[in-house]
């Protein structure tokens, strides 16, 4: 206590005397840009979450945190659920090592991962972590919850904390009745940014351990928290900043997904299932997008439609299209093949009814078991997208565009989709370019292993003291 008051007295005195006009003019400065600062402060701390490592010599202080799940962050309010227990049961020396910066990704890629204990650059907090009889570590804690922790340990312990070092801990005689807050301040953050992450959270670590072992050694009890002041890491998501304050540079707003229900056609039970992203069609050359009046539309005209276990029909009805009432029907057949031992759909033909005329696509490729739905992320009849739908009668004056479309008419149940068989086949051109290209070469390395294991070594020489060697010639 009497260090940290002779602490504040040299900063006081150490102050310099700041001119009024210039002290005005700062406040007025501070007023100004305080809006912004705040919705930066807000922001900033949406997106900042540290690590929290607890750990302490007496047994059984915190039970598993429950719903420490996968992109969980751990509030303020939550925290102090962990922390009540330990307070009030636990060690009153409580040891506070904060970091500069750290991150739950530091100790992934800095770890003792996969055995690889002597590479890890966190290996006494690692020992201290298995010799304790209590810990908890906490991946994702809000920033604010982290910055109020020394007041709320303060506030608790009755104990106002005092910063030490290495040399002023060997000094201290810690009594294991009286509460202590020990506030330790790791070396090496403020030159961080001249040396190696891993030289930087190894010498932490190092001095971690050194304070332990100085702990050990007098045998005092003790609770201690490892945490950061903010994240080493950024986060990618940066959608409170591009949001409030304008967009980043090079950043491109992604338009969200519109998501709507799939056009049911029910007689008794849920038959016929249809869903598309997007639903156009074209006439003489002039698109409609029949998107918005198809899907989530609770007076969808589907008079028409039809099902039994062998055929199925879907009718779509629209008024006022291109000047007249128009009728899509998607009709669909079920058929047990002997070779595969099970029924099969396929969608046989898409009907389009206008003006007592009947326009016809041949649809046979969109076929699947039908215990499946069928998805394909174009059903058209544009040849740039597969031309999946063709019409019988060329040219057409009608064309069909279905993007994201999928289809079920068999084995409905409830209002969900089964299991797609998408219309994607597994040899994209890329796979067979590769394919084609190493047996080419597979075959200039055989030609050429061929040729040389048919070398031959001469086995007669020619002797200048003998007569020469003749070859006859055969013909």
Known sequence: TEAAEMEAMMAATAA???????????????????????????????????????????????????DA???????????????????????????????????VEDFTAYGGVFGNKQDSAFSNLENALELAPSSLVLPAVDWYAVS??????????????????????????LNASLPALLLIRLPYTASSGLMAPREVLTGNDEVIGQVLSTLQSEDVPYTAALTAVRPSRVARDVAVVAGGLGRQLLQRQSEPAVVHPPVSYNDTAP???????????????????????????????????????????????Y????GATVTFKFVLASRFYPVSARHWFTMERLEIHSNGSVVSFNASQVTGPSIYSFHCEYVSSLSQNGNLLVPHIQPSLWQINLR??????????????????????????????GLLTSLFMLFIFTYGLHM????????????????T???????
């Not at 299932?273 to 998107?291: M, P, R």
């Not at 918005?292 to 062998?310: A, I, K, R």
Request: glycine letters at 6%; a negative charge.
């Open 469 to 475: 060697i003749s070859l006859t010639q055969i013909v």
């Open 16 to 66: 310099p005397r700041v001119p009024a006009g210039t002290r005005r003019a700062s406040e007025l400065w501070q007023m100004q840009w305080l809006p912004l600062l705040l919705v930066v402060a807000a922001a900033a701390a949406a997106e900042q979450q540290v690590p929290l490592v607890l750990w302490s010599s007496d047994r059984d202080l915190w039970a598993p945190a429950a």
């Open 69 to 103: 799940h996968e992109g969980h962050i751990t509030n303020d309010i939550q925290l102090s659920t962990y922390l009540d227990p330990a307070l009030e049961l636990g060690p009153r020396n409580v040891l506070l090592f904060l970091q500069d910066k750290l991150s």
């Open 452 to 467: 040389i294991l048919s070398l031959k070594t001469m086995d007669r020489f020619d002797d200048h003291k003998g007569p």
């Open 319 to 322: 008024d006022h299209l291109f």
């Open 404 to 433: 994201d479309f999928q289809i079920q008419a068999f084995n409905v149940t409830g209002e969900q989709f089964s299991y797609a068989s998408d219309c994607a086949g597994f040899f994209s051109p890329g796979i067979w370019m």
């Open 271 to 317: 038959r016929i299932l249809f869903w598309a992203q997007n639903f156009s069609v074209a006439y003489k050359e002039q698109w409609e997008d029949l998107t918005s009046v198809t899907f989530g539309v609770q007076g969808l005209n589907l008079t028409g439609s039809f099902w039994n276990d062998s055929v199925a029909g879907l009718a779509l009805t």
């Open 148 to 173: 109020t922790l020394t007041s709320y340990l303060q506030e608790k312990l009755g104990a106002s904390p005092l910063h030490v070092d290495l040399a002023t801990l060997r000094e201290l005689k």
